[in-house]
């Protein structure tokens, strides 16, 4: 394969991404160097996230094994790091020294590795997301997080003993979802009542109007009749930038086999849920829509063409097709959009109904960039799964069809295929060359090949 280095102003990444290198380097760097008193050792590193942010900088996450000398058992510890750009990380890490206040493990929250030009931050701590401090104070969860939550939701209720709250997933400095479980009593009845509540820790001013929106879903028509379905809003927390709702049991889709019944029956469900969620009116939310596909698409274009040279012509012809097509391809009514649809923002709950999870990006737009930018999705997992192809073309049209025969209308046909070509490009194709991970680089030349062809 003909590649060059794709971030040319990160010329450090490269060494990074092998977890083996990377282990070997904290222990001389963030250990030795620091001093760290305990005699740490770091015995495994796993990379668990990476995100490279183009001509700025690149976060990798990462899942530490420690032990400490005498220690019995190893700890986990996560771990993300930010990469700069030559000579930018002194600044970085003078700027996040005051706000990174929680002790770890390693003694302070952050660190300055300046030999790879990066800053380390240890969980909890993260330059944006303030409130999840919260997860290394008893107190403050015990005091003023479930009291919090019990006012807004179960007013009258007492935390009756157990109090147990854990990370889930995290993305270091977007979000971190955690569940929460507790044991409940009201008023002098004897019964204990387990709970569990799904929590979500937001960057300052994120979370306000998620929470609006979710509301307004829940107390839709739409919803109550079940036609629509999302977790029950619980509560948010203006203190620590947390939104909670109702814990659902069960999976999201994408764990179900790409070739399964259970897939196909579900997409089908979620075909007639989008449908009405699209139909939704909310007021105020972002509205997103062709300049935005103009800007992405330009600046995939850019990032491709640097990384992959031998795919520029190509790509050029796609996207040169795509923009030129731009003022006669049909743009529906504003829709309520979810803004992220993927088959891990689906849930399949233990009675098999389906939920909309993670509205976080839910936006106003043209309803068909949502069925295009979902469709592309389902051939890009077909893509990584090696699949038939006519597979997924079974799949989408079956959505659509479910789609449609609910909404009481037929999207647009050239504006669908147009939308699944761009989405290829700038959703599928970008997150593969800004995700890093090594064997999603080669899928670039399928991805681009199947946009040309929904192009024509
Ligand atoms: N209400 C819920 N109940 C149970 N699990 C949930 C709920 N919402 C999300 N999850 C789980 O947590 C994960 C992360 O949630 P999500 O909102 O999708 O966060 P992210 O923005 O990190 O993708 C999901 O993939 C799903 O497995
Ligand atoms: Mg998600």
């Not at 995100?51 to 400490?68: Q, W």
């Not at 009258?156 to 147990?164: K, L």
């Not at 709702?245 to 579900?266: A, H, Q, V």
Request: net charge negative.
């Amino acid at each position: 394969m003909n590649s060059i280095n794709p971030h040319p102003e990160l010329p450090q990444i490269p060494a990074l991404l092998d977890a083996e290198n990377l282990r070997q380097l904290l222990n001389c760097e963030l250990i030795q160097d620091n001093n760290i008193q305990t005699r740490l050792h770091i015995e495994d590193c796993r990379i668990i996230r990476i995100k490279y942010r183009p001509g700025r900088n690149c976060l990798i996450t990462c899942a530490l094994s420690v032990s400490t000398a005498g220690g019995a058992r190893a700890s986990d510890v996560v771990v993300y790091f930010m990469v700069c750009r030559d000579g930018e990380s002194a600044q970085v890490y003078n700027q996040s020294l005051s706000t990174a206040t929680i002790s770890t493990l390693f003694g302070p929250g952050v660190f300055h590795l300046p030999s790879i030009d990066s800053v380390l931050w240890i969980f909890p701590n993260d330059r944006k997301l303030k409130g999840i401090e919260t997860l290394s104070d008893a107190g403050k969860i015990k005091n003023e997080v479930v009291p919090g939550i019990l006012r807004q939701f179960r007013d009258g209720y007492r935390i009756a003993g157990h109090i147990d709250l854990r990370p889930i997933q995290y993305v270091p400095e977007r979000s971190c979802s955690v569940r929460l479980d507790l044991d409940l009593q009201s008023g002098n009845r004897p019964q204990v009542e387990k709970i569990q509540v799904f929590g979500k820790f937001y960057r300052p001013g994120e979370c306000e109007s998620v929470w609006r929106a979710l509301n307004e879903i829940w107390n839709s028509d739409e919803c109550s009749s079940g036609l629509l379905v999302i977790p029950e809003p619980m509560a948010f927390l203006h203190q620590s930038q947390s939104l909670w709702l109702k814990w659902l049991t069960g999976k999201t889709i994408d764990e179900y086999d790409l070739g399964s019944e259970e897939l196909s029956d579900s997409l089908v469900q979620m075909g007639k849920m989008l449908a009405a969620l699209h139909r939704l009116e909310i007021d105020r939310l972002p509205a997103t829509g062709m300049p935005d596909i103009r800007r992405k698409l330009d600046s995939t274009v850019d990032l491709i063409s640097r990384a992959r040279p031998d795919l520029q012509t190509k790509l050029l012809e796609v996207a040169g097709r795509l923009v030129s097509r731009f003022d006669s391809i049909p743009v529906e009514k504003n829709a309520t959009l979810h803004g992220d649809l993927h088959l891990k923002n689906i849930f399949v709950q233990d009675d098999r109904r389906i939920a909309f999870i993670d509205l976080d990006n839910i936006c106003s737009g043209d309803p068909t960039m949502e069925l295009g930018s979902f469709i592309a999705y389902l051939y890009f997992r077909g893509l990584v799964e090696k699949r038939d192809l006519d597979q997924i073309e079974k799949l989408a049209a079956s959505f659509i069809r479910a789609y449609a025969e609910t909404g009481k209308v037929d999207p647009d046909e050239r504006s669908l295929r147009w939308h699944i070509a761009a989405a290829l490009i700038h959703e599928r194709a970008y997150r593969c060359l800004t995700r890093l991970k090594g064997d999603r680089f080669h899928l670039i030349d399928n991805l681009i090949g199947l946009a040309s062809e929904f192009s024509t």
